[in-house]
């Protein structure tokens, strides 16, 4: 059905439609005609195109036409020149004229305009662009506003336009030309709607930009206000320069965009788009970060204003992406105040395009900010800002000056003018110092102003700042802030801290005053714990409040702190106090402190006038601890040199100590020091005296740090009382001066010193000693001892020698020098002085001594030795001190082998060796380098020289003269000297005595064996003897004996009992002794009693005088008979008479075996055989009593005198056969003439008695 009302319709329509296409043939074919006619008015229309283009216009040519249902005029070639330079060239220009609106209103009006192919010159000047060569039009039609250019655009506007193929060279404002090219422009008008097409290229970019652009409108009567319109508008690769004439600063990047915009009553209502912004950077500044940007915009007109929106905004600022983001932007026309919303933005971006449209402070131009802004809401008013409100997020700040580089704040802000908060909440804020530890903090607070008529006020409402080594919170207000006077804050704070050296280095940034700062840098080791309340109140100019009034306080407890002293003290460390500080006083009350490991469990301190330059630590304290604890802490401090004596004690249980100090904190003052230490009762041993124990030590030590003042302490030692007095002496040298006061047992004294010497000495006495201690060396410099010894036993020889109830004084003064010398000066009772010097390096060593007995004497010696002892003794008991040295010694020769140069200048009055006394023997010695004495005596008994090689412990020398006389007989042996004092020897004596006896020249060689002393060699030598012995001296006197082997040559028997002073009754010129025999113990302990030997006797030529008178009457007859006998004429040939001439009974020989025992000389076998006759002896002398036991048989010889008898008297004949006939009877003869006599009693009176008459038995 409906296709046959088409097809009705269609037959309906058919004539009209044919008329109508008949008639706008005519029509366009009556145009067509009229073209000649129309081409002569083109010089005129050019005219007037010149005219109104103020250029030269030609047109090539001229023709008419028609188009739907208008005229045209159809133009070629038509070109705008200005001297001589073509502006605009259009190739053909299509003209329709609307015949109706034209007879209407009076006036051309036309119907269309149809342009193919335009070429121009456009160039921007002055924020407008105008076709080059065509300036003077702009100037010919000034307009006022937009309404008078729609409004003339409005009447001259056909109802539609067409341009295509437009190519023109524009020239921007930065002389960059471009070449666009207008593919078309299409402008339809139906009534008051128009519709607008438009799409073109710039084709020398490279992609090729292009633009597209569709709109319609809606306008009456060509008023603005009356416009309606909605359009599109596309941008395709556009370079963002070609906008930089309508920017405030020149940019260059890529951009594309889809518009949507409408417009109502001539406004522009609303624009959205679709924005594409790429590599967008200011001009010229090629290495700043470029900017790319991706948004849907939306702009609007509101009531009284207009908003901008903006989401799903993408921006890439260099490297950094941002996410999704969204924007608002209101502005209220009516009041202008502008509102601005952005969802998120980093703020380094926006700070750097921000710098091309205002220009940031100085100061803060080089601080770089970075961060993100959430939900930032910016409002402002007349380029007045009004408030602000955002969250940020990991903002960050660097390069502000000194300033820290801060990152990581998280938080809000509001800001109004009258009033505002800041918010952080912040659970990472690093704060970065330069070469410092990298602090990571949690931050929360909560900040609130508010503007007041005439200041500011600020409240912090908690304050929390958290650090693994921190923890603060704070609350209070800061007000009256303003710009020509200082704030006044009221504040609250809890602080907890850890580990201070953790913040030591930022510490060194606070605005401190310099030698604060340094004291709390370098003087606070450690602090572990910190926990305070903090108080602040007051105006800060007048901050800390110690002149105005304010409030600055501060109350906390420390822990695990440790603080440096002065220079040499040690730290206290692991100091608990709580500390309180007001204004610039800082107190602490200590519970716990430990000072180089004494543990204090109280005190006080304060630092007054903080911050002033002259701050100073006041404190006292005091303790009750074990005393070993304390002595280490004393000698880890300069007390030390004023407590010398302390080093090295051992004390028991614990002692109370009170100290208080005065210490600059910085400067050149020095610390001050006032302190005591109580013993309680305590036992104290020292170091130097190990097994020395003060009990009850009691008293009070007071010192400063200069010294000690006058203290004293009471103890018991030993069992006796012992008083110590301490001070610190200033004159002539600062030192300390120990004074001691006690008594000493012996028995005591030789548990501290291992001596054998000291077992000479018994009882107790009481001394005093001071030792002075210099504080510049801390050692021992002087120690004066001195005691009257009364109490005491010396049990030693004279002169030595002491009882217990007399008084000897004794002063000994020891000074230690700084050239490891020990000088040692001793005084004891007049009796001698003696001064000593001793090294101490690598040990003990004994260098110098010189000791002065009795009165002055003046050495002998050229080259003064380093060991010298010299004076005047009254007595000295050899024997004793030998006895006191074996005693003291026994295990020791005694030789001194490693002595350097020593000598010795004594004389001595009364010297006793064994049971003699020597008096007024002088004994000078000296010992060269070679470690030989030269010993030079004088006495009496002895004098001469003789030398003693230590190296080989040798005696030798020569001695002119000795005596020595040996004990009477009827004396016990004793062991009184014994070998082992003695050395090698090897002496010559000129002259021998002893007991009276002259022995002539001795000599004797001997040394020392394991068993004892070896005599090799012992001579005598006179002109009337010689002997010759060996002998050995045992080492045990008391279990050995002493062996002697001799030989006595004798040239003269009579002069040898001469100078032995012994009755002369047996003479002989010449004759041997051997001697063999033995007695117990030494040598000098020979006694006839003991002695047991055998002696062989051989005399020649001697005779026997002193004999009774019967005996010579006998004796006579055979001198007469020995003048005849034949046997004598030897002697009688030797004109030897002497047989004749003297008293008593000559001998040839006598010989004989004898045997001594326990005084005793025996004999069984002795005879005499003389010219007289021949004796037979046996029997006993006691040599002890000198008494006679002996049997003597006497043979007279009468037979031999018979032939010289005869001779005489008969002739030779008779004598010859008389001598053989007395050689037959001669032993009959002899027998019937033997004696026998017993010879008893003393060798002063002796018995002799005639046992019986001859015997005639033989006969």
């Given at each position: 059905m409906l296709k046959n009302r088409c097809r009705f319709l269609l037959k309906a329509c058919r004539l009209p439609l044919a008329i109508t296409i008949i008639t706008l043939a005519m029509l366009a074919g009556v145009c067509r005609i009229l073209t000649p006619w129309a081409a002569q008015y083109k010089p005129q229309l050019a005219h007037r195109l010149s005219i109104l283009a103020h250029a030269n216009v030609t047109i090539e040519t001229m023709q008419t036409g028609w188009y739907w249902f208008y005229p045209t005029v159809k133009l070629k070639g038509v070109k705008f020149s200005y001297q001589k330079n073509t502006a605009l060239k259009i190739h053909e220009m299509v003209i329709g004229i609307d015949l109706i609106r034209t007879f209407w209103h009076q006036r051309l009006k036309l119907s269309s305009i149809k342009i193919d192919g335009v070429k121009a010159n456009i160039k921007h000047t002055h924020k407008h662009w105008q076709i080059a060569g065509l300036t003077n039009v702009y100037r010919s039609y000034p307009v006022n506003s937009l309404s008078n250019y729609v409004q003339i655009i409005y009447d001259i506007l056909p109802h539609k336009v067409q341009i295509k193929h437009v190519k023109a060279i524009i020239k921007t404002a930065q002389n960059s030309h471009l070449l666009l090219k207008g593919e078309r422009f299409i402008m339809v008008r139906r009534g008051i709607n128009y519709h607008l097409e438009a799409y073109a290229q710039l084709i020398n970019q490279k992609p090729v930009a292009s633009i597209r652009l569709l709109a319609n409108l809606c306008m009456k009567e060509g008023k603005l206000r009356t416009l309606n319109a909605n359009g599109f508008m596309a941008l395709k690769q556009a370079d963002i320069i070609y906008l930089n004439p309508y920017l405030s600063t020149s940019l260059t990047g890529m951009v594309d965009a889809n518009i949507w915009f409408d417009v109502q009553k001539g406004q522009i209502e609303r624009v959205q788009s679709e924005l594409n912004l790429k590599d967008v950077r200011p001009y010229h500044q090629a290495l700043s970060q470029p900017l790319s940007l991706k948004a849907n915009i939306a702009w609007q007109v509101r009531p009284f204003g207009w908003q901008l929106l903006m989401d799903k905004l993408y921006i890439l600022y260099g490297a950094q992406r941002w996410p999704e983001n969204a924007l608002s932007l209101r502005h209220q026309t009516l009041h202008d105040t502008w509102d601005l919303y952005v969802k998120h933005t980093f703020i380094q971006p926006l700070l750097h395009l921000s710098q091309f449209y205002y220009k940031l402070p100085t100061p803060l131009q080089s601080v770089v900010i970075k961060g993100v802004l959430q939900e930032l809401h910016v409002a402002w008013q007349a380029q007045q800002l009004h408030a602000v409100s955002t969250q940020f997020r990991q903002l960050s700040l660097s390069g502000y000056q000194a300033l820290p580089k801060i990152s990581g704040l998280n938080g809000q802000l509001?800001?109004?003018?009258?009033?505002?908060?800041?918010?952080?909440?912040?659970?990472?804020?690093?704060?970065?110092?330069?070469?410092?530890?990298?602090?990571?903090?949690?931050?929360?607070?909560?900040?609130?102003?508010?503007?007041?008529?005439?200041?500011?006020?600020?409240?912090?409402?908690?304050?929390?700042?958290?650090?693994?080594?921190?923890?603060?919170?704070?609350?209070?207000?800061?007000?009256?802030?303003?710009?020509?006077?200082?704030?006044?804050?009221?504040?609250?704070?809890?602080?907890?801290?850890?580990?201070?050296?953790?913040?030591?280095?930022?510490?060194e940034k606070l605005t401190l005053p310099s030698k604060l700062n340094r004291w709390l840098v370098q003087d606070i080791k450690k602090l572990s714990q910190l926990d305070a309340t903090v108080k602040l109140k007051g105006r800060l100019i007048d901050f800390p409040f110690d002149k105005t009034p304010g409030v600055l306080s501060v109350q906390g407890h420390i822990t695990g702190m440790n603080l440096k002293m002065a220079p040499s003290w040690p730290d206290i460390t692991?100091?608990?106090?709580?500390?309180?500080?007001?204004?610039?006083?800082?107190?602490?009350?200590?519970?716990?402190?430990?000072?180089?490991?004494?543990?204090?469990?109280?005190?006080?301190?304060?630092?007054?006038?903080?911050?002033?330059?002259?701050?100073?630590?006041?404190?006292q304290t005091s303790v009750k601890t074990p005393a070993s604890h304390l002595i280490s802490y004393i000698n880890n401090t300069p007390l030390k040199a004023t407590l010398p004596w302390l080093n090295g004690l051992k004390i028991s249980d614990k002692v109370r100590g009170e100290l208080s100090w005065q210490w600059p904190l910085y400067g050149d003052k020095s610390l001050k020091l006032q302190g005591s230490l109580d013993f309680l009762d305590n036992k104290v041993r020292h170091r130097w005296l190990e097994k020395s124990l003060l009990t009850h030590v009691k008293g009070r030590l007071n010192f400063t740090e200069k010294g000690i003042k006058n203290s004293q302490l009471d103890a018991v030692w030993q069992a006796h009382p012992l008083h110590m007095a301490i001070k610190t002496l200033s004159?002539?040298?600062?030192?300390?001066?120990?004074?001691?006061?006690?008594?000493?047992?012996?028995?005591?004294?030789?548990?501290?010193?291992?001596?054998?010497?000291?077992?000479?000495?018994?009882?107790?006495?009481?001394?005093?000693?001071?030792?002075?201690?210099?504080?510049?060396?801390?050692?021992?410099?002087?120690?004066?001892?001195?005691?009257?010894?009364?109490?005491?036993?010396?049990?030693?020889?004279?002169?030595?020698?002491?009882?217990?109830?007399?008084?000897?004084?004794?002063?000994?003064?020891?000074?230690?020098?700084?050239?490891?010398?020990?000088?040692?000066?001793?005084?004891?009772?007049?009796?001698?002085?003696?001064?000593?010097?001793?090294?101490?390096?690598?040990?003990?060593?004994?260098?110098?001594?010189?000791?002065?007995?009795?009165?002055?004497?003046?050495?002998?010696?050229?080259?003064?030795?380093?060991?010298?002892?010299?004076?005047?003794?009254?007595?000295?008991?050899?024997?004793?001190?030998?006895?006191?040295?074996?005693?003291?010694?026994?295990?020791?020769?005694?030789?001194?082998?490693?002595?350097?140069?020593?000598?010795?200048?004594?004389?001595?009055?009364?010297?006793?060796?064994?049971?003699?006394?020597?008096?007024?023997?002088?004994?000078?010695?000296?010992?060269?380098?070679?470690?030989?004495?030269?010993?030079?005596?004088?006495?009496?008994?002895?004098?001469?020289?003789?030398?003693?090689?230590?190296?080989?412990?040798?005696?030798?020398?020569?001695?002119?003269?000795?005596?020595?006389?040996?004990?009477?007989?009827?004396?016990?042996?004793?062991?009184?000297?014994?070998?082992?004092?003695?050395?090698?020897?090897?002496?010559?004596?000129?002259?021998?005595?002893?007991?009276?006896?002259?022995?002539?020249?001795?000599?004797?060689?001997?040394?020392?064996?394991?068993?004892?002393?070896?005599?090799?060699?012992?001579?005598?030598?006179?002109?009337?003897?010689?002997?010759?012995?060996?002998?050995?001296?045992?080492?045990?006197?008391?279990?050995?004996?002493?062996?002697?082997?001799?030989?006595?040559?004798?040239?003269?028997?009579?002069?040898?009992?001469?100078?032995?002073?012994?009755?002369?009754?047996?003479?002989?010129?010449?004759?041997?002794?051997?001697?063999?025999?033995?007695?117990?113990?030494?040598?000098?302990?020979?006694?006839?009693?003991?002695?047991?030997?055998?002696?062989?006797?051989?005399?020649?030529?001697?005779?026997?005088?002193?004999?009774?008178?019967?005996?010579?009457?006998?004796?006579?007859?055979?001198?007469?008979?020995?003048?005849?006998?034949?046997?004598?004429?030897?002697?009688?040939?030797?004109?030897?008479?002497?047989d004749l001439a003297q008293h008593g009974y000559s001998f040839d020989d006598f010989k004989g075996n004898f045997t001594l025992n326990q005084g005793v000389m025996s004999t069984k076998d002795s005879y005499m055989d003389g010219p007289i006759a021949w004796i037979n002896i046996m029997g006993d002398v006691d040599m002890i009593q000198k008494l006679y036991d002996l049997r003597v048989v006497i043979l007279p010889h009468v037979t031999s005198s018979l032939p010289v008898v005869a001779t005489l008297a008969a002739g030779p004949i008779a004598g010859l056969a008389t001598w053989a006939v007395s050689k037959i009877i001669a032993e009959n003869i002899q027998k019937m003439n033997r004696y026998r006599y017993k010879i008893t009693g003393s060798w002063d009176k002796p018995v002799v008695e005639h046992l019986d008459t001859p015997l005639n038995t033989h006969s």
């Open positions: 509001a800001w109004q003018a009258e009033q505002g908060f800041l918010k952080l909440d912040s659970p990472h804020v690093n704060i970065d110092f330069t070469r410092m530890p990298l602090l990571d903090l949690k931050l929360n607070t909560l900040w609130h102003w508010q503007k007041k008529p005439q200041d500011i006020q600020i409240s912090i409402d908690n304050l929390q700042v958290v650090h693994p080594n921190l923890m603060l919170k704070a609350s209070g207000q800061l007000s009256d802030i303003t710009f020509n006077k200082s704030s006044a804050v009221d504040m609250d704070a809890e602080l907890s801290s850890k580990n201070f050296l953790y913040w030591r280095p930022f510490i692991n100091i608990q106090a709580n500390v309180m500080l007001n204004s610039r006083n800082l107190s602490f009350n200590v519970h716990q402190a430990v000072l180089a490991g004494l543990t204090l469990t109280q005190g006080q301190a304060s630092i007054t006038g903080l911050g002033l330059g002259n701050e100073t630590l006041t404190g004159y002539p040298m600062l030192a300390t001066s120990l004074f001691i006061k006690s008594e000493l047992s012996m028995a005591v004294l030789r548990q501290y010193i291992a001596s054998p010497i000291l077992r000479v000495l018994e009882g107790s006495t009481g001394f005093g000693v001071n030792i002075i201690i210099p504080q510049a060396t801390h050692k021992v410099q002087t120690i004066a001892l001195d005691t009257d010894l009364q109490g005491v036993a010396i049990n030693l020889p004279l002169p030595l020698k002491k009882s217990a109830q007399s008084k000897h004084h004794l002063a000994c003064v020891i000074r230690f020098n700084d050239d490891a010398k020990i000088k040692m000066h001793v005084d004891y009772s007049k009796l001698f002085n003696a001064d000593l010097i001793l090294s101490q390096s690598p040990k003990l060593n004994l260098e110098q001594v010189h000791v002065q007995f009795g009165s002055e004497k003046k050495l002998h010696f050229k080259v003064l030795p380093l060991f010298q002892i010299k004076g005047q003794l009254d007595e000295v008991d050899a024997t004793a001190w030998q006895k006191v040295y074996q005693s003291v010694f026994p295990t020791t020769r005694g030789h001194f082998n490693s002595l350097p140069s020593i000598s010795l200048d004594l004389l001595i009055k009364r010297l006793l060796i064994t049971d003699k006394v020597i008096e007024n023997v002088a004994i000078m010695a000296v010992n060269s380098l070679n470690q030989i004495w030269d010993i030079a005596i004088e006495h009496d008994h002895c004098q001469g020289e003789v030398h003693y090689d230590t190296n080989t412990q040798t005696l030798s020398g020569v001695l002119a003269y000795l005596k020595y006389s040996f004990k009477h007989q009827d004396e016990a042996p004793t062991a009184t000297f014994k070998p082992t004092f003695l050395p090698n020897l090897d002496l010559t004596v000129q002259n021998l005595m002893i007991n009276e006896y002259h022995l002539g020249q001795a000599s004797l060689k001997a040394h020392q064996t394991a068993k004892g002393l070896d005599i090799t060699d012992f001579a005598l030598n006179s002109s009337f003897y010689q002997l010759q012995a060996q002998a050995t001296w045992p080492l045990n006197t008391a279990f050995g004996q002493s062996d002697v082997d001799a030989t006595l040559r004798i040239q003269n028997l009579a002069s040898l009992f001469k100078a032995w002073q012994l009755h002369p009754a047996l003479q002989a010129r010449e004759g041997q002794v051997y001697f063999k025999g033995n007695w117990p113990g030494g040598l000098l302990d020979f006694s006839l009693a003991e002695l047991k030997a055998q002696t062989y006797i051989n005399l020649k030529h001697g005779y026997i005088t002193h004999l009774n008178a019967e005996t010579e009457n006998k004796i006579g007859l055979g001198k007469l008979m020995s003048l005849l006998s034949i046997q004598t004429l030897p002697r009688r040939l030797r004109l030897d008479f002497s």
